[in-house]
Nanobody, 123 residues
């Protein structure tokens, strides 16, 4: 069973920064593309960013381009989301997820999800 555990969330003032981490179990982590999603109260879960299995390709939602950076360290079985210039509208529960297909570049579906970590941005 694949397990994903997010950490690094918290309360931050507008304009501040946070770095989220997603630690994955299993030796096959390095072969899978990964993604970050977020869900605000009363809203649907939205795509935030994704990274290919080898880290060579990254994708971002328009709302976070230029502010967020996704990265991965396959040696540590960890994917990161660096969030800068945070805005109150970034407030949400953030989830990491694994691409359903091995060796992927752009994920189209996901099969494992973390428990989520809360990010709250105050004004």
């Amino acid at each position: 069973q694949v397990q994903l555990v997010e950490s690094g969330g918290g309360l931050v003032q507008a304009g501040g920064s946070l770095r989220l981490s997603c630690a994955a179990s299993g030796r096959t982590f390095r072969r899978y593309a990964m993604g970050w999603f977020r869900q605000a109260p009363g809203k649907e879960r939205d795509f935030v960013a994704a990274i290919s299995w080898n880290g060579d390709n990254t994708y971002y939602a328009d709302s976070v381009k230029g502010r967020f950076t996704i990265s991965r360290d396959n040696a540590k079985n960890t994917v990161y989301l660096q969030m800068n210039s945070l805005k109150p509208e970034d407030t949400a529960v953030y989830y990491c997820a694994r691409d359903a297909e091995v060796g992927g570049y752009y994920p189209r579906s996901y099969d494992y999800w973390g428990q989520g970590t809360q990010v709250t941005v105050s004004s």
